[in-house]
């Protein structure tokens, strides 16, 4: 189980369309990809179970869509602009830039040489000009992480759900980072998605709630395949945590390149909060809490019962959406013998994360009898609405199951001529290629069964 290495994963992903390079055709943009049909079903599959579990199946958390592009103020305050730095190093002699600590034995990863200039902070926050005029006078930063936005809208969240702790605020979006050496496929890129809830509670029950998310992401990342021993919980070292955390819990995964980082979950305290309030014009958080006056009170939750306010501590699962599309890529993925020196290769992803859910083929594809009936089970199943049902008129069964085992297909429906005499199809599993004779009438059930 599990590729072999990354290559493996890249050449499956172009080959049946999973991922592309963007711009392939100008030469590509380094640290920039894009996902072809496959790749897009896949992914909005993740996200939406990651939605289910953290807004539907509970019931103290709502969900945020929010802007890209971000006050710079925001970024000011939230701490963003002085310290979202990597360490910067460049060869004198080849003229390439790298990170400090992707620096190994001293020597340029480009050309070997020792000549190398002190690290120097570089911000890895893109930013654009906004209006018409390009002098530098109106910019925005395109947003390095969701969060920033969910605290600035804390206070709209509460006064249109009447919400008290604990609650959170989750948010599936676009973050943007130049980073100075992407690499490694989709994990390190500039471009790339995160799934984050900001999850706000009493200052004080931060710690046991930390432990909390903890365990439940772990749990999740389990239900999307990722076996737990390919999963390791590191405690972040007080002097790497990032400038708003006491404590951070990485979620590593045994990527094909290595052991890193899949999912930060980190206690923000009241950083985030407390600076964006006290940063605010005339406006003292600290004072006027104690005050209990809500007049000026602006990211401060209130407990209605006793009327007092709290600036909330925040805990922080932050998930890559790239990153946990190569991990259950990469869990799913493997070659099985055959016998007579063949092969096939199998992606075993779980059913509800597989981009096409069922696939309808006619024995025949210039048989109209077998391509009508086809397209009927189609459309009755497609209208479910359980995901993308297919239907395949290639004409060379064997062909379409290789190739819907090495998309991840859960099943496959053949309809041949005895369909049409006994109403039934063969079902052909995708694990066991094994397969069995079942009625149209049954379909929807049967169908429901391998998906839920
Ligand atoms: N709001 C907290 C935050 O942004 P982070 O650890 O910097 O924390 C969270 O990022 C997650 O975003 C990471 O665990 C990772 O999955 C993903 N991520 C961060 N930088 C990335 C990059 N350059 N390419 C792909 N994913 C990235």
Redesign the pocket.
């Known amino acids: 189980m599990t590729a072999n290495n990354m290559e493996e994963l890249v050449a499956l992903c172009k080959r049946r369309g999973f991922i592309f390079q963007t711009n392939e055709i100008y030469g590509g943009l380094q640290g920039l990809y894009d996902y072809g049909p496959l790749g897009v079903e896949l992914k909005n599959n993740l996200k939406t179970s990651w939605w289910s579990s953290m807004v539907y199946e509970r019931d103290d958390v709502e969900g945020l869509d929010s802007s890209i592009l971000t006050h710079p103020d925001v970024l000011k305050y939230s701490g963003h602009e002085e310290t979202f730095t990597d360490p910067l190093v460049d060869c004198k002699e080849c003229k390439s830039r790298s990170r400090a600590d992707h620096i190994e034995d001293g020597k340029c990863p480009s050309c070997g040489s020792k000549d190398l200039t002190e690290p120097r902070p570089f911000n890895l926050m893109f930013k654009t000009n906004i209006g018409p005029i390009d002098d530098g006078s109106s910019f925005a930063y395109l947003r390095?992480?969701?969060?920033q936005q969910i605290f600035t809208n804390l206070k709209n969240v509460i006064d249109t759900t009447s919400r008290t702790l604990p609650f959170g605020v989750a948010q599936i979006g676009k973050?943007f980072?130049n980073?100075i050496t992407?690499r490694n496929f989709?994990?390190?890129?500039?471009e790339?998605e995160?799934m984050?809830l900001e999850f706000f509670v009493e200052p004080g029950t931060d710690e046991e709630w930390h432990d909390q998310w903890v365990k439940d992401r772990v749990n999740w990342w389990e239900k999307q395949g990722i076996k737990k021993k390919n999963l390791e919980l590191v405690d972040i070292p007080k002097e790497d945590l990032?400038h708003y955390s006491k404590k951070t819990v990485?979620i590593m995964y045994r990527f094909p390149h290595g052991l890193e980082?899949?999912?930060?979950v980190?206690n923000r305290t009241d950083f985030d909060i407390g600076s964006h309030t006290k940063n605010q014009k005339d406006f003292d958080i600290k004072a006027k809490v104690k005050q209990n006056s809500d007049s000026v009170i602006k990211l401060a939750v209130q407990d209605k019962i006793n009327n007092t306010w709290t600036i909330p501590y925040v805990i922080?699962p932050?998930?890559?959406v790239?990153?946990g599309f190569l991990a259950v890529l990469n869990e799913a993925y493997k070659t099985e013998d055959l016998g007579d020196g063949k092969q096939r290769t199998v992606l075993s992803l779980k059913p509800h994360l597989s981009p096409i859910k069922a696939s309808v083929i006619p024995l025949k594809r210039n048989n109209k009898d077998l391509v009508s009936t086809a397209l009927k089970i189609k459309s009755s199943l497609q209208a479910l609405g359980m995901g993308r049902i297919l239907f395949d008129n290639s004409g060379n069964i064997g062909k379409s199951y290789r190739r819907h085992d090495e998309v991840g297909t859960p099943i496959c429906l053949t309809v041949d001529f005895e369909t049409l005499e006994d109403q039934k199809v063969t079902a052909r599993d995708r694990d066991t290629m094994a397969q069995e004779r079942v009625s149209i009438l049954d379909l929807p059930k049967y169908i429901k069964k391998i998906l839920l």
């Open positions: 390095p992480e969701t969060a973050a980072r980073e992407p989709i994990f390190r890129v500039r790339f995160q984050e990032s990485d980082e899949l999912e930060g980190a922080e932050s998930a890559g790239d990153r």
